[in-house]
């Protein structure tokens, strides 16, 4: 049975006594996520295991505040777990093109690079000055002498030869000369041609065999020389190991637990002594190289600290807005010097991907899908557990020039991916990757149950974002007030939303009209007007739609009764702000075989859902009146002054109403609206928007003026969904105006018209004078004058056949 709503059951109305509060700042502040008890647990499954796969993925609409509670939640969380290591990169003395990666306890990676910067500077001061001492030199001086007189005694016993064989070596610049000698003299070459040919001949058999003892005497000196250079080297080697194990001994101790530093140690010690000549300032010029090759030689002993977490308490969290390939997996940069680009291990960044190593990683879907190469990156890195750092144009294979190849960093992290719940179905089908690699979903629904409990977190979160943003407080009727908003966004009386944003753009804008009035503490005038002034700054195309129905160029009527004539319920979203709108639906009915025909549809203009509304019609009007004579009906339903397409089957009650009217003939009172959807029982059904459609027409027929009978009929099921606004409400209660609650379209119907809906008797037809029974007698009507004119057409035709026959003959 219809009923008629009092003005408590049209808002669930939150008094400040309900509160246990006079203001906000008495009050403790948020401490945890509130109304998302399922993303919760969800979130604590999914950063607690530690298994392969189990990221996350926080899906929930905009303005629910998921991604300030995930950072939030995150933030606590991380707290609780160790501090992960800093990653560095070094020279890597044997492959230059490969940087190697370092790992080193949290905080010690900058302590490692002041160390080396501190190392090297000692070595090129320590090391000349060890070279420069006297007991240096005067070992180098013993170890040249010793090595000089092996070679001057060489060169004695050689000439001591010659001149037993009546030679004489004379030394040079382009090597040694053997001339014989005869009676004491150098014989020159026209003297050795004047000689007796027995003379020459015995004078070059003896210098051919002085030949080999010079040739042999050259190779026992280069293999001094190359002692000497050896020795002196050594002598080098040694001052110079011994300076740096001073040097060294003190870092081999700091860093004597981690054994990828002390590798590195050796390489470096191995590098100073092959490049001695460096740290004593002994380098030649390269006179000919390019300006971009005389790099400086002591840049390969940096160290590279790409991940410092010095300062970092706990486990990082780190928010990624801008998820591009090179912010999440890292770049390897340039420098542009005279035209050309050089880069070393120097040049290399850190992405997302490393400062989150060992902590949580959170990015926006949206963004990161949006950004080329970005997903596909992650997806690698998180399979493969490492972070490859290249450049994007060598994936493509585009690439050819000489770059670095840095060494991988192993990768552990939590990987948190925001987005609407749309993204999250569309990943979950169409790539496989997803599946595997985010197996956790954490959804943030936008409705909680108004439960004291959490009308108390929502006065909470109002103390939080008070004290965070330095607003004024609340007192108690304020809150109370955003109580009551808070079921208004949820559409539920017993619900409240969880879209934080909008409504602490409600506090902040109360808050300024408090501080305005130089108010101490936001009151519920302050929320009200905040309110208000929200709607009005966005509702210009509904004033002009309600100017066009007062002046009658859309026609709406709020008085009177009509035939086959109601005034439907829509809802136009401007994005911002919903309002609703009355709408004009008119029935004409007529014998015939089309059934319903819905002119929305034929005209393009009706949506697939508003089309299964109307032919549910026919499925309804089947089985009520098929009993009588067969359904013999052509119904054209219409919106009139239509423009635009029409979607959602929340008409189809009124279209029905409008053409039980038409079919019966009794007219539809014009001071109604009416909102529902119908099933083919006749049951009508909950729909959307049910309060901005009873106060679209609340404002028309305030416009035009207020009767004390207007009112809207709405399905019994959307009873909790009432959130009126306050001048509604009050009107309700002063019986200006009436909110009807149906179950039926019988009840509507009666409503509506004034007369009984009527039900079958025990002898299957339905009484007289009840709208039932003047439809089922019409559509009777309608199908004895269809059987008629079928019969007429049959037997004119039969008569035009025999004339033609007669004719033939």
């Not at 399922?38 to 905009?62: K, M, S, T, Y």
């Not at 101790?253 to 740290?279: G, Q, R």
């Not at 509506?752 to 009527?758: E, H, I, N």
Request: with cysteine.
């Amino acid at each position: 049975m219809a009923w008629r709503a009092t003005a408590e059951e049209v808002r669930a109305v939150c008094t400040g006594e309900e509160l246990g509060y006079a203001r906000t700042d008495e009050i403790a502040p948020l401490d945890a996520i509130i109304g998302q008890e399922r993303a919760v647990r969800a979130l604590e499954f999914g950063l607690e295991i530690d298994d392969r796969g189990f990221n996350i993925f926080v899906a929930g609409l905009p303005g629910t505040g998921k991604n300030t509670a995930v950072q939030s939640f995150l933030e606590s969380m991380a707290k609780t777990k160790p501090t992960p290591p800093d990653w560095c990169y070094v020279y890597n003395f044997k492959e230059p093109n490969n940087p190697r990666a370092i790992e080193l306890p949290a905080g010690k990676g900058k302590l490692f690079a002041g160390d080396m910067q501190e190392f090297i500077a000692a070595a090129r001061r320590e090391i000349p000055k060890a070279f420069e001492s006297e007991e240096y030199a005067k070992q180098r001086e013993e170890t040249v002498e010793a090595f000089a007189n092996q070679r001057n005694r060489l060169f004695a016993e050689l000439n001591q030869r010659a001149a037993e064989a009546g030679f004489v070596i004379q030394p040079t610049p382009t090597g040694l000369f053997i001339i014989p000698v005869v009676d004491g003299e150098p014989v020159k070459d026209k003297e050795f041609a004047t000689l007796p040919p027995e003379k020459q001949k015995e004078l070059i058999r003896r210098r051919e065999e002085l030949e080999e003892d010079v040739a042999s005497t050259f190779r026992e000196v280069q293999n001094i020389e190359r002692r000497a250079h050896e020795a002196v080297r050594d002598l080098d080697q040694r001052v110079a190991r011994f300076v740096l194990g001073h040097l060294l001994k003190e870092l081999r101790d700091k860093y004597a637990d981690l054994p990828a530093v002390l590798v590195y140690l050796e390489a470096i010690e191995a590098d100073i002594l092959s490049n001695l000549s460096l740290f004593r300032g002994e380098r030649e010029t390269e006179r000919h190289a390019p300006p971009w090759a005389k790099e400086d030689p002591f840049r390969r002993y940096e160290v590279n600290v790409i991940v410092d977490n010095s300062e970092t308490a706990g486990a990082p969290v780190v928010v990624e807005y801008n998820p591009t390939y090179n912010n999440l997996i890292g770049r390897i940069e340039k420098e542009a010097v005279f035209g050309a680009l050089i880069t070393d291990f120097t040049m290399i960044r850190a992405g997302s991907l490393h400062r989150a190593n060992g902590g949580y990683l959170v990015i926006p879907v949206e963004e990161l899908l949006r950004n080329l190469f970005s997903w596909d990156g992650l997806k690698r890195a998180l399979r493969e557990r490492e972070v490859v750092i290249e450049e994007a144009a060598e994936r493509l294979g585009f690439l050819t020039t000489k770059t670095l190849q840095p060494e991988p960093i192993r990768l552990k992290l939590k990987v948190i991916l925001l987005g609407d719940p749309l993204l999250y179905y569309l990943l979950y089908h169409f790539d496989p990757d997803f599946q595997e690699l985010f197996k956790v979903k954490a959804e943030f629904g936008t409705r909680m149950d108004r439960t004291p409990e959490n009308v108390q977190k929502y006065a909470a979160f109002f103390c939080t974002l008070c004290k965070k943003e330095k607003l004024l407080h609340l007192d108690a009727s304020a809150v109370a007030k955003l109580v009551e908003y808070g079921s208004r966004l949820a559409e539920d009386q017993t619900k409240l939303a969880t879209r934080f944003s909008e409504i602490a753009d409600v506090v902040r804008e109360a808050c300024y009209y408090a501080r305005k009035e130089g108010a101490d503490y936001a009151t519920a005038d302050h929320v009200r007007r905040a309110i208000d002034e929200r709607f009005y700054r966005s509702n210009l195309i509904q004033e002009r739609i309600q100017e066009m129905i007062v002046r009658g160029t859309i026609m709406v009527e709020t008085t009177g009764a009509k035939v086959g004539q109601v005034n439907g319920l829509s809802v136009l979203s401007l994005g911002d702000i919903s309002f609703g709108k009355p709408q004009r639906i008119t029935v004409t009915v007529a014998a015939g075989k089309e059934g319903v025909i819905d002119i929305e549809r034929e005209a393009k203009l009706g949506g697939r859902i508003h089309t299964k509304g109307v032919l549910i019609l026919t499925g309804y009007l089947t089985e009520k009146y098929a009993a009588e004579a067969p359904l013999t009906l052509a119904a054209r339903l219409v919106f009139e002054q239509s423009y635009e397409g029409i979607e959602g089957d929340s008409a189809s009650s009124a279209e029905l109403y409008a053409l039980f009217s038409a079919l019966s003939g009794v007219p539809l009172r014009q001071d109604l609206a009416v909102t529902g959807s119908v099933n083919q029982k006749g049951e009508i059904q909950a729909i959307g928007g049910v309060n901005e459609k009873i106060e679209g027409f609340f404002d028309v027929c305030r416009a035009k003026g207020l009767t004390g009978e207007q009112g809207v009929l709405i399905p019994a099921a959307n009873r909790e969904n009432l959130m009126l606004r306050e001048d509604v409400v009050e009107a309700v209660r002063e019986g200006r105006f009436h909110i009807y609650l149906v179950k039926h379209v019988d009840e509507g119907i009666e409503i509506l018209t004034g007369v009984p809906a009527g039900e079958r008797g025990p002898d299957g037809s339905f009484p007289e004078g009840t709208i039932h029974g003047k439809v089922a007698a019409r559509l009777k009507e309608m199908a004895a004058q269809l059987k008629a004119e079928k019969e007429k057409e049959e037997k004119g035709g039969g008569a035009k056949g025999k004339a033609n026959g007669d004719a033939t003959d």
